[in-house]
């Protein structure tokens, strides 16, 4: 690869100016079309604007946020951040307006980039202070200004007074990353040059991406996954998709037909329980195929050549393939834990699935599999540059370059989560095997000690429940009682569906429906039987409000909050004791 040795981001920048010539580099939808951003006009628009941001005000060490949803104009107002010397803070688009407000003033963030007027109401008044550079609309106020016009601006400063890059320093900050928060409060994760890049260079020497492969991009660039995913993808050059709406996703993978991309287990989850259900529906002959062919692809060691695998593989499995595009060939998740029997699955029928492991903390991966070393169910093999240990309680400990500089305003904390020897506590408990594949098994905030003194493992179990279709999220509760039980989030998408054919029908009245109760509880009884007396799911109770990241009860990236969950539904919890 020619000097792939770059230190900081702004050498990054250098590095793919000087290194590509992609006419497809960075790929977006206007009116249902892509449009292309080539590498020269990406390298032109991040001089330009850079220069237009210091012409602003913007300058060292300042603080700016990028409030908007993935694009190429997302990353193009990043890089001339950098280029600036600026730090950048990334916001999740449908972030809840608390936590919005919170990460604005606990940042000091003076200047921010926002592509939706429809936001800007739910920013504070003390918060007025800001400058934004609007994408997608236009206000005439005072600082208010325009991605288009001042990239205008830019260009003439550029051709009378020519362009000189940032020389960053590796240990400078490079961007502030708020955690979710889905045990409280967002923390504002300082991640430097040397973190992120060190990343890369691990990367790297794991998978090889050919100049010829096609990435689409459907994770939030807020979420330090895709944002490291997404920053290896630019240092080869590849050319790039990005999806403008989640629920586009399976129009788009048959349009764009990657080779690559990322997800989070419930999109794989959803995808499925999808094929499992329409399944169901197919005519006798083709539903008795396709049942075996199914069971079969869930078998943790099958033969490839063997001639029932050819007979399903052609069949069944180049039809499902077809769901992802037919050409892809790394798709990597991460973020949350992807169960092992759907991993085996989408590996089965020709989907290759790496699952990876990660915390913000540590920018973020710390574990992966990939081509050539993948074990399924677990998380991959250390990253080269990183150094882990496990203690005394099992509880995982990391170091290495990709360590962050620390939360911040919060020392005392992050002298709590990093010990003095520079060791980070993940809070994860782990296992490795004998070929040096990690394995975790529960978060250790999440095992719950019953009042009778037994461990329950809720993550394992919450995972086990989702799988019903009829349930989007559960919630295992344990914790200082004396059995345990489970509040079932409804799919809502199910209820809409049957709507269509009777319009007076509730949501309640469909949940409570006879054969929909006689489902879930039968599928909690066979759950039930693999569990130890003490974790068994003595009581649940179907929810049917909608649960959203506004009301607190979800991260950005979908995960659960339990302390929301558990304070807004305390009611309905103490019922079934």
């Avoid at 900081?8 to 951003?37: A, C, M, V």
């Avoid at 998740?333 to 020709?350: D, R, T, Y």
């Avoid at 911040?408 to 296992?431: M, V």
């Avoid at 909608?546 to 979908?558: A, F, N, R, V, Y």
Wanted: aromatic share 10%; proline share 3%; charged share 25%.
């Amino acid at each position: 690869m020619n000097n792939y040795n770059f230190k900081t981001y702004n050498e990054l920048f250098s590095y793919i100016s000087n290194t590509y010539d992609n006419k497809k580099f960075l790929n977006y939808l206007s009116n249902g079309q892509y449009k292309n951003i080539s590498t020269n006009d990406f390298k032109n628009k991040i001089i330009c604007l850079s220069l237009a941001l210091k012409d602003l005000g913007i300058k060292k060490g300042d603080t700016v946020g990028i409030f908007a949803n993935s694009s190429p104009f997302w990353l193009i107002f990043d890089f001339a951040i950098h280029e600036v010397g600026a730090i950048s803070v990334p916001i999740f688009a449908n972030i809840s307006s608390v936590n919005l407000n919170f990460e604005i003033k606990d940042s000091k963030m003076k200047y921010m980039f926002i592509d939706s007027q429809e936001r800007l109401k739910d920013i504070e008044e003390e918060n007025s202070h800001l400058t934004f550079i609007t994408h997608n609309f236009c206000i005439k106020e005072p600082n208010f200004y325009n991605f288009d016009e001042i990239l205008v601006i830019g260009q003439q400063i550029c051709d009378s007074k020519g362009f000189t890059s940032h020389k960053a320093n590796e240990d400078e900050v490079f961007s502030i990353i708020y955690t979710s928060g889905n045990t409280g409060t967002p923390k504002g994760v300082m991640l430097s040059h040397k973190n992120i890049v060190s990343q890369l260079h691990d990367i790297n020497t794991l998978i090889n991406l050919e100049k010829s492969e096609i990435a689409l991009s459907l994770l939030p660039l807020a979420h330090i996954f895709e944002r490291t995913v997404m920053s290896y993808y630019l240092s080869r050059g590849i050319s790039i998709y990005f999806v403008d709406d989640i629920t586009n996703v399976s129009n788009l993978l048959k349009i764009v037909k990657p080779t690559i991309m990322t997800a989070v287990p419930r999109l794989l989850e959803k995808i499925f329980n999808k094929i499992k259900s329409n399944i169901s529906q197919k005519p006798l002959i083709l539903r008795l195929i396709a049942s075996f062919a199914f069971k079969y692809a869930l078998k943790e060691s099958i033969d490839k050549n063997a001639l029932l695998f050819k007979i399903y593989d052609k069949i069944v499995y180049s039809k499902l393939r077809e769901i992802f595009g037919s050409r892809l060939q790394k798709l990597i998740s991460g973020g949350a834990p992807l169960s092992k029997e759907i991993a085996q699955f989408f590996v089965n029928i020709g989907i290759p699935v790496y699952q990876g492991y990660g915390l913000t903390e540590f920018s973020p991966v710390i574990s992966t599999n990939a081509p050539n070393a993948n074990k399924v169910g677990s998380c991959g093999k250390i990253l080269p540059s990183a150094k882990i240990k496990i203690d005394e309680n099992k509880e995982l400990l990391v170091r290495g370059p990709s360590l962050m500089k620390g939360y911040l305003n919060q020392e005392e904390l992050t002298a709590k989560t990093i010990d003095k020897d520079g060791w980070l506590h993940t809070g994860d408990i782990a296992s490795l095997d004998k070929d040096g594949y990690l394995y975790i098994t529960s978060r250790a905030k999440e095992i719950f000690k019953t009042s009778t003194g037994e461990y329950v493992n809720a993550v394992a179990i919450e995972q086990k429940l989702s799988k019903n279709r009829y349930i989007e999220f559960a919630v295992v509760i344990s914790q200082n009682r004396k059995y345990t039980t489970a509040l079932l989030f409804v799919d809502i998408e199910k209820y809409e569906i049957a709507k269509k054919s009777n319009k007076s029908l509730t949501i309640e009245e469909y949940y409570n429906s006879s054969d929909i109760i006689k489902n879930i509880s039968n599928y909690i009884e066979n759950i039930n039987k693999d569990l130890n007396q003490w974790e068994k799911i003595v009581n649940f109770k179907i929810i049917t409000n909608d649960i959203s990241i506004e009301g607190g009860e979800l991260t950005p990236s979908m995960k659960i909050c339990r302390i929301v969950i558990e304070e807004k539904y305390e009611e309905i919890i103490n019922s079934m004791y």
